[in-house]
């Protein structure tokens, strides 16, 4: 039974309620750092706990708390990423449904950590309800000296404001969320300058995921030492995952990520396993951006190693052989699932979302999704797939933010693993439009091609 | 002529405030939404030059905005707008069969609204529900575990609302 530090309260009754979440322990967190401790302190506990950025990046927390610019007079913000968008991705706003004060605690101490007096959730605008949750909570936490001014007596005052996105994956991506805030179009900013430098109203800015804030409460209350002794290495704490696609147990779990991800998979505490005793076909293990693998690449790595669920086992062998953490959206494909159908819902989605600033990705990801819509109903060409592996690496890394990445990955991971599929489509039209191809006959991990 | 009421003028005054002074551009989505939501479920040219006007900024700054995200509607919609996922994982759980059968049972094609106003059937892009496959979004909540059977169930608790409401 894994550690549960998030989520370990989230079914007591009433727990959405002030009162309840108050007697099961809630708010210890802001009394110890406002009453005990100073906003370096504060930081210093998050570095300890080596927690890592829960949307997707990995990045350090305590570090990039620590790059917030402090000129004299110019107010700081403090932003919370709520902007859940990712394919597979469902994680945050259970934690936000079930136990929001979780969050609203764990802003108000991160606030007082980076000097924020007003603090934005930024949350996706079809989590229309949670926005009444979260609201909700705030007023109530308003109400119980939590928040407002003054907050217990410390002399630090703090506001937290929620505001609804409309509808754009590319908001996720911190600096297009600025935008958005601001009241324009979602386009990424050109870094430097960085957030933490000049962010929302050309003010100092940090900018973090749900799970990350709420992951500061644990760690002021446990402190950051213990805390960094759950997890494996650089993988510390707790990680939310959301369990989706052919399993029979879908829904978001909280690991210590020392399990493995066969485990995972199959044991009933999590996913339970595939539905009608089907076979594993294929998994994205992070949020529909990284690299799919194979069912032999997934449980193992390359070397033949067991393959956990953390950061550094899921990157295990780069993209030639691994994929990553990413956001924790674990989508789990079953042996009757096509990979190039797949594969083109996600070059839609990719189109579809991105904000048509550069070219690479505005007319790659459309470029994308008619080859792949091509080979799909079985109008490809065998050279389609060398076209489609040379425009993904024509995106990647030519963007001003990763979407361009986010949107060539799952294209090359399909190809590199699974190109026997993709040419059985073209050699086989119609065929390909009466069944799909089955399990795969894996390509060696040892000789595939890096691009 | 398009105009809130004292109340939507009051939530709009709540919206405006929470930004720093002449920041109120920053108010824009969330302005938005309520209008829409206060002019028929979607954003004529008079609706977005009024809300430019109330927050005194540019109307080509509110067009811009209105085109980008995809929530805003630029076109009447239905009273009833399903708005059915289908992205990669719920792909995987049968959304082509749930989207087709919606079509079919209500004679449109995504994208189209039936010819009595009542239903828009549009296909969107993950709405983070992947765990409860498939799903739409139906008003301000989601509606989950979809099968032709629970869609039936849907369209005939929308009659029955609108037959209530009128």
Same mark, same amino acid.
């Given at each position: ?13 009433? @727990?959405?309620?002030?009162? #309840? ?15 005990? &401790? ?15 950025g829960?949307g997707g990046a990995g990045f ?21 990423n709520?902007d859940?968008s990712e394919p597979?991705t ?47 909570? @705030? ?29 754009a994956y590319i908001c996720g991506e911190e600096t297009a969320l600025i935008e ?6 979602g386009n990424p900013r050109i870094k430097?300058?960085f957030p ?11 900018v973090?995921n ?6 500061? #409460? ?11 002794? @759950? ?55 992070g949020g529909s951006s990284v690299p ?23 990157a295990?062998?780069?993209f030639?052989?691994?994929s990553m953490m990413g956001s924790?959206g ?16 996600l070059?839609?989605f990719y189109?579809?979302e991105s904000c048509?600033q550069c070219?690479p990705c505005r007319?790659g990801t459309?470029? &994308? ?12 060409? !065998? ?9 993904q690496r024509k995106i990647e890394g030519n963007t001003i933010c990763p979407l361009g990445d986010a949107a060539a990955w799952p294209v090359a991971a ?38 | ?14 919206? #405006? ?53 995809? !929530? ?18 719920? &792909? ?5 069969? @749930? ?68």
């Amino acid at each position: 039974m894994s550690k549960k530090l998030l989520l370990e309260k989230a079914h007591v009754e009433g @727990i959405r309620y002030f009162d #309840v979440y108050r007697r099961e322990g809630g708010y210890r967190s802001v009394e110890k750092a406002l009453k005990e &401790m100073s906003p370096e302190a504060i930081v210093e506990e998050v570095k300890k706990s080596g927690l890592r950025g829960r949307g997707g990046a990995g990045f350090p927390a305590g570090m990039k708390w620590s790059f917030i610019a402090k000129p004299e007079g110019v107010p700081r913000h403090l932003v919370c990423n709520a902007d859940e968008s990712e394919p597979g991705t469902f994680k945050d706003r259970y934690l936000m449904e079930f136990i929001p004060h979780l969050l609203i605690e764990g802003l108000i101490v991160s606030s007082f950590a980076l000097g924020s007096n007003d603090t934005y959730i930024y949350i996706r605008g079809e989590y229309a309800w949670i926005v009444d949750i979260l609201e909700q909570a @705030i007023t109530e936490a308003k109400n119980n000296g939590f928040l407002g001014k003054n907050i217990l007596g410390s002399g630090f005052d703090c506001d937290i404001h929620v505001q609804r996105g409309a509808g754009a994956y590319i908001c996720g991506e911190e600096t297009a969320l600025i935008e958005s805030l601001e009241g324009k179009r979602g386009n990424p900013r050109i870094k430097p300058p960085f957030p933490a430098v000049k962010g929302v109203w050309d003010r100092p800015t940090v900018v973090n995921n749900v799970e990350t804030l709420a992951a500061v #409460v644990p760690i002021i209350n446990m402190g950051g030492d213990e805390y960094a002794k @759950i997890g494996v290495g650089r993988s510390t704490g707790t990680k939310l995952i959301s369990a989706c696609g052919n399993i029979n147990k879908p829904g978001v779990y909280e690991i210590d990520m020392t399990i493995s991800v066969e485990e995972f998979i199959y044991s009933d505490e999590y996913c339970g396993g595939i539905p009608n005793g089907k076979k594993l076909k294929a998994c994205i293990p992070g949020g529909s951006s990284v690299p799919i693998l194979p069912a032999n690449l997934l449980l193992k790595t390359a070397k033949g190693e067991t393959r956990y669920m953390n950061y550094e086992s899921l990157a295990d062998g780069g993209f030639a052989s691994g994929s990553m953490m990413g956001s924790g959206g674990f989508i789990v494909l079953d042996e009757d699932q096509c990979v190039v159908r797949h594969t083109l819902s996600l070059a839609r989605f990719y189109r579809h979302e991105s904000c048509g600033q550069c070219s690479p990705c505005r007319e790659g990801t459309g470029w &994308m999704e008619k080859i792949l819509k091509n080979i799909e109903y079985g109008n490809g060409k !065998m050279s389609d797939i060398d076209l489609l592996w040379d425009i993904q690496r024509k995106i990647e890394g030519n963007t001003i933010c990763p979407l361009g990445d986010a949107a060539a990955w799952p294209v090359a991971a399909a190809i590199r693993h699974f190109r026997d599929e993709f040419e059985w489509h073209v050699l086989n039209p119609e065929e390909s439009q009466e069944r799909n191809y089955g399990l795969a006959h894996y390509a060696d991990p040892i000789h595939v091609p890096v691009g | 002529m398009v105009k809130f009421s004292e109340e939507q003028m009051t939530e709009f005054k709540r919206l #405006v405030a929470r930004y720093p002074e002449g920041k109120q551009k920053s108010a824009l989505l969330p302005v938005l939404h309520l209008a829409q939501d206060s002019f028929g479920g979607w954003l004529s040219a008079e609706t977005m030059d009024y809300v430019a006007e109330l927050l005194q900024i540019t109307p080509i700054e509110v067009y811009e905005v209105a085109t980008f995200y995809s !929530m805003y509607n630029l076109k009447p919609v239905g009273k009833y707008m399903f708005e059915v996922c289908q992205t990669g994982p719920c &792909m995987l759980r049968g959304s082509d069969d @749930i989207i087709a059968y919606i079509g079919e049972k209500l004679g449109i094609k995504p994208g189209e609204t039936t010819a009595d106003g009542m239903f828009t059937l549009k296909t969107v892009e993950c709405l983070g529900a992947c765990g409860y496959a498939p799903m739409m979004q139906l008003g301000k909540h989601y509606r989950e575990h979809l099968t032709k059977e629970k869609v039936d169930a849907i369209i005939d608790e929308c009659r029955k609302t609108a037959a209530s409401l009128n």
